[in-house]
């Protein structure tokens, strides 16, 4: 038996609209505007008169916020909405849709005072899925005429639901993406004024100086240095400093995904590549497009995913996992280390050929210990950060406590001096901060000896305490170690410390 003409028309209508519902998952990505396109689409595919999108919320006395709506004169007034709302709340508490024909005569409405008043004929109400998960409705009706929605309009409604589901949620993902991007960009700010950015040392100043003459350029950025140096600051100044400031910055800590997840990660994957794929997911390099991959600790990065970055750089296109199709990318390429890498490739961890792709400009952040003329200013700035955080008075650091930050050989870095500041002015009852506020302790014979040192770091920590103990006189540290001023200039200059 032949498909009607009426029957074909409907069918091909239905494939239109939810052809439309898709180029609208790819096209817009303002949570806003996507909902008033889904409902304004659903409306007129289905000639409703008014029309609503809710979405669950456990803090609202309805349990639900109306985010989209046409046709209410107030979505706001219990009255007005008291007809759909017994409708939405029975959606989202089964999970199952709503229909009826004759809404005046339906014995599911007998008791909504509404539907008369205002003389609704026909009612559909769907709800909005994300795995499996009731996240929300669409309801629609009509005074026009009874029957005016049918079981083949529930069977439509329900798979352009799933579709708007699915549409929402990358939305608001993105959203929040993109609100999280702003914090961080007014956070991070200026690039040579803003927080653990500050410094006069000259050592400091060159470092910066680098900084602010590579951000206008796409040149790929590898950061070195020691944990806690600042690395991720830099990487964050570089973005909100340069031309891709407006755009997407996204970080990635490579040793702190699991290897089996951090190719989907980076990538994104096709529904069904593997068990749990059950939609399509945008990888984070996709999420950068436009703006900038941040990828820390990319020593601990894989060979297998090496070789897929090395193609991202050279071809500016990725694969997603499972899929076939190339996607074309514009991302600026920034990693940091504080592994040596050149060592890496000797072992056969690390391809000689992407180390060069993305050494284009090395930027070496140098440790605390090598530039203390920061250290009373980073100190200041986190005494007075942790004050306002907890509530604190502290407002001066005194001669003795600033003389013990001075000697302290600081292996942790920014991120140590930091925390033994946080916790000072946690502790500390008075204005000002004292030597006994720090619980600072210089390194002891113990430290020195602890088991597991290498005869390098103990060589080195060696030379850190007795240089403490000169007040970093250079001179006088080489006559208590009873080596010459040039083995320790020598050894100073191969550990970034330049000599005097």
């Known amino acids: 038996m032949k498909q009607s003409t009426e029957e074909h028309n409907a069918a091909r209508d239905s494939f239109t609209a939810l052809y439309a519902i898709t180029q609208s998952i790819n096209s817009i990505l303002d949570p806003e505007k996507l909902l008033d396109k889904v409902l304004a689409i659903a409306m007129e595919h289905l000639d409703a008169e008014r029309g609503l999108i809710l979405l669950n919320n456990t803090e609202s006395k309805s349990g639900f916020d109306v985010v989209a709506a046409k046709n209410f004169t107030d979505t706001h007034s219990p009255d007005k909405l008291a007809a759909s709302s017994s409708v939405v709340k029975k959606v989202l508490s089964s999970g199952e849709s709503v229909l009826t024909f004759d809404a005046l005569s339906d014995e599911r409405f007998e008791a909504s005072r509404s539907i008369v008043a205002q003389k609704i004929l026909s009612i559909i109400c769907v709800p909005l899925r994300q795995k499996e998960i009731t996240t929300g409705a669409l309801y629609l009706d009509t005074t026009k005429a009874r029957g005016k929605f049918t079981e083949d309009t529930v069977k439509f409604l329900t798979i352009f639901g799933h579709l708007a589901g699915i549409a929402i949620d990358n939305a608001r993902r993105y959203d929040s993406l993109r609100k999280e991007n702003e914090r961080l960009k007014n956070e991070v700010g200026s690039a040579t004024l803003h927080g653990e950015l500050i410094g006069r040392s000259k050592i400091w100043k060159a470092t910066l100086d680098l900084v602010m003459r590579v951000v206008d350029t ?182 003795q406590a600033m003389e013990k930050l001075l000697k302290h050989p600081w292996h942790g870095n920014a991120r140590e001096l930091q925390n033994v500041m946080e916790r000072a002015v946690v502790l500390s009852r008075n204005e000002e901060i004292t030597e006994t506020d720090l619980h600072l302790q210089l390194l002891t014979e113990d430290d020195l000896l602890q088991s597991g040192l290498t005869l390098e770091e103990f060589e080195r920590r060696l030379v850190e305490k007795t240089l403490a103990e000169m007040n970093d006189n250079r001179t006088k540290t080489a006559e208590k170690l009873g080596v010459s001023l040039r083995w320790l200039q020598y050894r100073l200059k191969e550990w970034h410390r330049d000599p005097e």
């Open 218 to 399: 796409d040149a790929s950025v590898l950061i070195t240095g020691e944990s806690g140096t600042g690395k991720e600051l830099i990487a964050r100044a570089i973005h909100y400093s340069g031309m891709r400031k407006d755009k997407p910055f996204m970080a990635v800590n490579c040793s702190a995904i699991p290897e089996q997840l951090l190719e989907s990660e980076l990538f994104g994957y096709k529904k069904g590549a593997f068990t749990g794929a059950n939609t399509d997911k945008i990888g984070l390099i996709e999420y950068a497009n436009g703006g900038t991959l941040f990828l820390d600790e990319v020593g601990d990065l894989p060979l297998s995913l090496q070789a897929k970055l090395l193609r991202v750089i050279q071809e500016r296109e990725i694969r997603r996992v499972g899929d076939v199709q190339d996607r074309k990318i514009d991302v600026r390429i920034v990693t940091a280390t504080n592994r040596d890498l050149s060592e890496d490739i000797k072992q056969g961890k690390f391809r000689d050929d992407l180390y060069f792709r993305l050494n284009v400009i090395g930027i070496h952040i140098a440790p605390l210990r090598d530039r203390k003329e920061d250290i009373p200013l980073l100190a200041n700035y986190f005494m007075e950060k942790a004050s306002a955080a907890h509530k604190r008075s502290a407002k001066n650091i005194s001669a």
